[in-house]
């Protein structure tokens, strides 16, 4: 009985020795001898690397702020002044009496070894991002020994955004502390990369006493320069296609009343305002669903200003057609109407509106190339529109009814089309894509009662850039624009750019009255 | 006696002409002689600033005179005049700067404040020559006359009509005035040209030197009004009137429509750059919102509502319509943009002839 006793000890000890439990383990850091608190760090990392708690354990002893129960060796970690909490239990201790506790101490080599744990830790994650995180955390605090750990990480990752930064990493200590080939190499690496650390180390290097290595820094820098160049051409492009979508958005309204119905309506720029002001309302209306805001506000902003628009062309417009100029006064006339009903309803003053989460911050491309989501919604917003229009008036009957009254209103009332009733909803839907574009403009400028005549001169350009009466032009002419007035932006000012467009305009309808893509045959004519 | 007889020529059948220029030239007279001679105790003394305002008003009625000569007569909408009355306005307000001399803030003898303020070492190219007042002058009627020259020369050669031709006269303006807003222009960006002494050794801030230029203002109106009366009259008038009706008839028979087109064009942004040049020594100060889109198309508003086609009436609606904002916008600020917006929908849909066409509408009825 007693030998059995015995053996069913030695076994249990024998079992623990070998697989003790974290708590076990971590106990053993009340040890006073740093060689001991290493080997525990080291065996911690080997077998618990994916308890959660060795992060928090390793944080807070890398701070100094971890703690051992003098009778237990229970590990705890200091919560706040007075307050520990216990890492086995989860348990707080407050108002606890400081002499029932110590701290555990460590030593600059020890903090290494920590420091380098907890790189690794994260760096074998399993969540991505945490991986990604903990990647760029160790090359903006990169150090010679990281190499080790890195190279170890770079075997088993497979994400590429990852590996990009391990190998960066890599790259830098090599290019900073190597010597001979192995840091000539790095050196001309370090010009594939774009972000501000290689850059810094090129930098660092510049001075340096060898030769070689001064030649290949300089050219490393070149190469940085020559992509970043390039890069900032693609942002460049960018702005472009986004200025080219507002104006597309802003444009695509107009090209419907203007180009399709002939009517000249100078309120148009108030309907997007009105779009604009729907979003605003609707934030208000709705603080809770900022979120949802934008998306709530497309609708509710097309059946506004759509109705506004048909209200609009019943009261006014159905009594001047075929007298465009006088259109142009009577519309003229509505929007000083509109933008003073808004100043009296709202402010004079620019209204803010939000922007919800996922319409803030950026796409990172790489280091010198990063692309705003709301710029990129707007862009894909504009695009979703146009085709939209493009389906229901190319493929839908309402479509075919509309192009038959624009083309020759008295056969198309012959053929049984209600001539009028077609007017007011063409109308309506050219007003309502107004509004659209209101709600996607409120994300990217101020919203005020000035906001429309902004864009009114601007959309005019586009469409009868295009040429009047054509969708793909008012597309074409929109992003022309937008990518001309962005590329001359730089060298002109943004003013100049602006009278440069416009005296460009000018002198293209001089050669090209009908627009890019004038309309042919009978039709086109006046 | 000669002289007189060729204008009671031109003002022959003109009886609207007649009434509105002499009612004009009564008021101009009673309003400088109460400013002038009655004492200020006097319940019948005139306000200087009256005599300011009624003189930007007829500055105006210049402009609005020189639109319907372009669009009541020969069937442009230029939604861009006010860039040939701002010009004509700049123009004539270098002149000005170039007297203020050394008493500016800065006082350099050389340089108008702006540009000291701007770190300019020098005087730019183009504003040479302003110093003098003939020559001044001479700018005032010659820039507007090549703007509207090469404008027109690009624009009636290749046949732009209509709406199209509307919209880039509006961009023009539009242009211009983002142009002018700019610093590095010269011009004294978004603040313009201001603090004016005097004008040809006269003090701008005299009495008489205000009824002067309210007296010659006036006589600048009826010459212009004479000048547009004698072309419509003549046969160049009536080529002009048959373009506006119908463009192509006219070029089949072989005249050169473009030429006509681009003479009254000229002739017109001449008119209204004097305009300009005698409104900015009245309301002392010229900056690029005249260049604004919203004060061409409100000029447009002036001759819609007067009646397009008649000369006089532009005169009445400017007058009007100028009166109306002064009151407005000191009384009931609020409103005046409802009213300028109902008054552009009221007219176009219901009055296509403006109040000419309504008065002689209900003379019509009483007949």
Redesign the interface.
């Given at each position: 009985m007693n030998i059995l006793k015995i053996i069913l000890l030695n076994l249990l000890i024998f079992s623990f020795s070998y697989s003790s439990t974290f708590e076990e383990l971590s106990s053993k850091l009340s040890d006073n001898s740093f060689k001991v608190k290493e080997d525990v760090v080291s065996e911690l990392i080997v077998n618990y690397k994916d308890e959660q708690r060795l992060e928090i354990l390793l944080q807070n002893m890398l701070l100094g702020n971890l703690y051992f129960q003098n009778q237990s060796n229970e590990i705890l970690f200091l919560e706040k002044e007075n307050s520990f909490k216990s890492l086995f239990t989860n348990e707080s201790i407050t108002n606890a009496n400081e002499n029932d506790f110590s701290k555990i101490k460590i030593n600059n080599k020890l903090r290494s070894v920590i420091k380098a744990s907890l790189a690794k830790i994260n760096l074998f994650a399993n969540d991505e991002n945490k991986r990604l995180k903990a990647a760029k955390n160790i090359l903006e605090n990169l150090e010679e020994q990281d190499k080790k750990i890195l190279e170890e990480a770079l075997k088993t990752e497979k994400t590429s955004s990852v590996k990009d930064i391990l190998l960066e990493s890599i790259t830098n200590i090599n290019a900073k502390f190597s010597t001979g080939d192995e840091q000539l190499i790095a050196i001309s690496k370090l010009g594939s990369f774009l972000s501000a650390k290689s850059l810094e180390t090129l930098n660092g290097l510049k001075d340096s006493s060898d030769e070689k290595v001064k030649v290949a820094v300089k050219k490393a820098l070149n190469e940085i320069e020559f992509s970043k160049s390039i890069y900032s051409l693609i942002e460049t492009a960018f702005f472009g296609l986004s200025q080219g979508s507002v104006l597309l958005l802003a444009a695509i309204g107009l090209a419907i009343t203007f180009g399709v119905m002939k009517v000249i309506n100078m309120a148009h720029g108030e309907l997007i305002m009105i779009g604009a002001y729907t979003t605003y309302t609707i934030q208000q209306l709705m603080p809770n669903l900022i979120e949802y805001s934008v998306i709530i506000a497309i609708p509710a902003a097309f059946i506004i200003s759509g109705l506004v628009g048909i209200a609009i062309e019943r009261l006014v417009i159905r009594h001047l057609y075929g007298r465009p100029l006088e259109t142009l006064l009577a519309t003229f006339g509505i929007s000083l109407i509109l933008q003073q009903v808004v100043r009296t309803i709202f402010s004079p003053l620019n209204q803010e509106v939000k922007t919800p989460s996922w319409m803030s911050g950026a796409l990172e491309i790489n280091g010198a190339l990063s692309l705003t989501y709301n710029r990129l919604y707007v862009v894909i917003f504009a695009f979703v529109v146009f085709f939209a229009i493009l389906y229901v008036m190319k493929k839908t009957s309402l479509g075919l009814k509309v192009r038959a009254v624009s083309q020759n209103r008295p056969i198309a009332r012959a053929m049984g089309i209600q001539s009028s009733k077609i007017d007011a909803i063409t109308f309506g839907i050219g007003s309502g894509i107004a509004g659209v574009a209101g709600v996607a403009l409120s994300q990217l400028t101020n919203v005020g009662p000035n906001l429309g005549q902004a864009y009114i001169v601007d959309s005019f350009m586009v469409v009868v850039f295009g040429g009047v009466g054509n969708l793909w032009g008012t597309l074409i002419a929109s992003f022309t624009l937008g990518e001309i007035n962005k590329f001359i932006e730089p060298l002109a000012g943004a003013i100049l750019a602006k009278v440069i467009i416009l005296v460009f305009i000018i002198l293209f309808i001089q050669k090209r009255p009908r627009g890019l893509f004038p309309q042919k045959g009978r039709d086109a004519q006046d | 006696m000669e002289r007189k007889s060729i204008i009671l020529r031109i003002l022959e059948n003109d009886k609207g002409g007649k009434i509105v220029l002499s009612s004009l030239a009564v008021v101009v007279f009673v309003v400088a002689f109460c400013n002038l001679f009655i004492p200020e105790s006097s319940i019948f003394h005139i306000s200087t600033f009256t005599v300011t305002i009624l003189g930007k008003y007829l500055a105006f009625a210049l402009l609005a005179l020189a639109l319907d000569l372009v669009w009541g007569y020969l069937g442009i909408?230029s939604l861009g005049h006010g860039a040939f009355f701002a010009l004509g306005g700049y123009a004539f307000a270098m002149y000005l700067m170039r007297q203020i001399g050394n008493r500016g803030v800065y006082g350099n003898a050389e340089l108008p404040d702006f540009m000291v303020f701007m770190n300019l070492k020098e005087l730019p190219w183009f504003w040479l020559g302003f110093d003098n007042p003939l020559f001044a002058i001479l700018m005032v009627m010659m820039v507007p006359a090549i703007l509207a020259f090469v404008?027109g020369w690009?624009?009636f050669?290749?046949?732009?009509t209509?709406?199209?031709l509307?919209?880039?006269t509006?961009?023009?303006t539009?242009?211009l005035m983002?142009?002018f807003?700019?610093n590095d222009m010269g011009f004294g960006g978004n603040n313009g040209l201001t603090d004016f002494k005097d004008i040809l050794g006269f003090d701008l801030s005299a009495d008489t030197t205000r009824v002067a230029l309210l007296i010659i203002t006036f006589f600048a109106l009826v010459f212009g009004y004479l000048v547009c009366r004698f072309i419509i009259n003549s046969k160049l008038g009536r080529v002009v009137i048959s373009i506006r009706d119908a463009e192509s008839r006219v070029r089949f028979l072989g005249y050169k429509v473009e030429q006509y087109k681009l003479f009254i064009f000229v002739v017109s942004a001449v008119l209204a750059g004097i305009a300009g040049a005698l409104y900015v020594p009245q309301v002392a100060i010229i900056n690029p919102n005249i260049f604004s889109?919203?004060f061409s198309?409100e000029l447009?508003?002036w001759v819609?509502i007067g009646g397009r086609g008649t000369l006089y009436g532009a005169i009445i609606g400017a007058i009007v319509v100028s009166l109306a904002s002064t009151y407005f916008t000191s009384a009931l600020p609020?409103v005046w943009?409802?009213a300028?917006?109902?008054?552009?929908?009221v007219?176009?849909?219901y009055l296509?002839m403006g109040i000419v066409g309504l008065i002689s509408k209900i003379k019509m009825k009483k007949a």
């Amino acid at each position: 009985m007693n030998i059995l006793k015995i053996i069913l000890l030695n076994l249990l000890i024998f079992s623990f020795s070998y697989s003790s439990t974290f708590e076990e383990l971590s106990s053993k850091l009340s040890d006073n001898s740093f060689k001991v608190k290493e080997d525990v760090v080291s065996e911690l990392i080997v077998n618990y690397k994916d308890e959660q708690r060795l992060e928090i354990l390793l944080q807070n002893m890398l701070l100094g702020n971890l703690y051992f129960q003098n009778q237990s060796n229970e590990i705890l970690f200091l919560e706040k002044e007075n307050s520990f909490k216990s890492l086995f239990t989860n348990e707080s201790i407050t108002n606890a009496n400081e002499n029932d506790f110590s701290k555990i101490k460590i030593n600059n080599k020890l903090r290494s070894v920590i420091k380098a744990s907890l790189a690794k830790i994260n760096l074998f994650a399993n969540d991505e991002n945490k991986r990604l995180k903990a990647a760029k955390n160790i090359l903006e605090n990169l150090e010679e020994q990281d190499k080790k750990i890195l190279e170890e990480a770079l075997k088993t990752e497979k994400t590429s955004s990852v590996k990009d930064i391990l190998l960066e990493s890599i790259t830098n200590i090599n290019a900073k502390f190597s010597t001979g080939d192995e840091q000539l190499i790095a050196i001309s690496k370090l010009g594939s990369f774009l972000s501000a650390k290689s850059l810094e180390t090129l930098n660092g290097l510049k001075d340096s006493s060898d030769e070689k290595v001064k030649v290949a820094v300089k050219k490393a820098l070149n190469e940085i320069e020559f992509s970043k160049s390039i890069y900032s051409l693609i942002e460049t492009a960018f702005f472009g296609l986004s200025q080219g979508s507002v104006l597309l958005l802003a444009a695509i309204g107009l090209a419907i009343t203007f180009g399709v119905m002939k009517v000249i309506n100078m309120a148009h720029g108030e309907l997007i305002m009105i779009g604009a002001y729907t979003t605003y309302t609707i934030q208000q209306l709705m603080p809770n669903l900022i979120e949802y805001s934008v998306i709530i506000a497309i609708p509710a902003a097309f059946i506004i200003s759509g109705l506004v628009g048909i209200a609009i062309e019943r009261l006014v417009i159905r009594h001047l057609y075929g007298r465009p100029l006088e259109t142009l006064l009577a519309t003229f006339g509505i929007s000083l109407i509109l933008q003073q009903v808004v100043r009296t309803i709202f402010s004079p003053l620019n209204q803010e509106v939000k922007t919800p989460s996922w319409m803030s911050g950026a796409l990172e491309i790489n280091g010198a190339l990063s692309l705003t989501y709301n710029r990129l919604y707007v862009v894909i917003f504009a695009f979703v529109v146009f085709f939209a229009i493009l389906y229901v008036m190319k493929k839908t009957s309402l479509g075919l009814k509309v192009r038959a009254v624009s083309q020759n209103r008295p056969i198309a009332r012959a053929m049984g089309i209600q001539s009028s009733k077609i007017d007011a909803i063409t109308f309506g839907i050219g007003s309502g894509i107004a509004g659209v574009a209101g709600v996607a403009l409120s994300q990217l400028t101020n919203v005020g009662p000035n906001l429309g005549q902004a864009y009114i001169v601007d959309s005019f350009m586009v469409v009868v850039f295009g040429g009047v009466g054509n969708l793909w032009g008012t597309l074409i002419a929109s992003f022309t624009l937008g990518e001309i007035n962005k590329f001359i932006e730089p060298l002109a000012g943004a003013i100049l750019a602006k009278v440069i467009i416009l005296v460009f305009i000018i002198l293209f309808i001089q050669k090209r009255p009908r627009g890019l893509f004038p309309q042919k045959g009978r039709d086109a004519q006046d | 006696m000669e002289r007189k007889s060729i204008i009671l020529r031109i003002l022959e059948n003109d009886k609207g002409g007649k009434i509105v220029l002499s009612s004009l030239a009564v008021v101009v007279f009673v309003v400088a002689f109460c400013n002038l001679f009655i004492p200020e105790s006097s319940i019948f003394h005139i306000s200087t600033f009256t005599v300011t305002i009624l003189g930007k008003y007829l500055a105006f009625a210049l402009l609005a005179l020189a639109l319907d000569l372009v669009w009541g007569y020969l069937g442009i909408l230029s939604l861009g005049h006010g860039a040939f009355f701002a010009l004509g306005g700049y123009a004539f307000a270098m002149y000005l700067m170039r007297q203020i001399g050394n008493r500016g803030v800065y006082g350099n003898a050389e340089l108008p404040d702006f540009m000291v303020f701007m770190n300019l070492k020098e005087l730019p190219w183009f504003w040479l020559g302003f110093d003098n007042p003939l020559f001044a002058i001479l700018m005032v009627m010659m820039v507007p006359a090549i703007l509207a020259f090469v404008f027109g020369w690009f624009a009636f050669r290749s046949r732009v009509t209509g709406v199209y031709l509307s919209i880039i006269t509006q961009a023009l303006t539009y242009a211009l005035m983002l142009a002018f807003f700019r610093n590095d222009m010269g011009f004294g960006g978004n603040n313009g040209l201001t603090d004016f002494k005097d004008i040809l050794g006269f003090d701008l801030s005299a009495d008489t030197t205000r009824v002067a230029l309210l007296i010659i203002t006036f006589f600048a109106l009826v010459f212009g009004y004479l000048v547009c009366r004698f072309i419509i009259n003549s046969k160049l008038g009536r080529v002009v009137i048959s373009i506006r009706d119908a463009e192509s008839r006219v070029r089949f028979l072989g005249y050169k429509v473009e030429q006509y087109k681009l003479f009254i064009f000229v002739v017109s942004a001449v008119l209204a750059g004097i305009a300009g040049a005698l409104y900015v020594p009245q309301v002392a100060i010229i900056n690029p919102n005249i260049f604004s889109p919203l004060f061409s198309i409100e000029l447009v508003i002036w001759v819609a509502i007067g009646g397009r086609g008649t000369l006089y009436g532009a005169i009445i609606g400017a007058i009007v319509v100028s009166l109306a904002s002064t009151y407005f916008t000191s009384a009931l600020p609020e409103v005046w943009l409802y009213a300028l917006g109902g008054l552009f929908v009221v007219v176009t849909l219901y009055l296509p002839m403006g109040i000419v066409g309504l008065i002689s509408k209900i003379k019509m009825k009483k007949a």
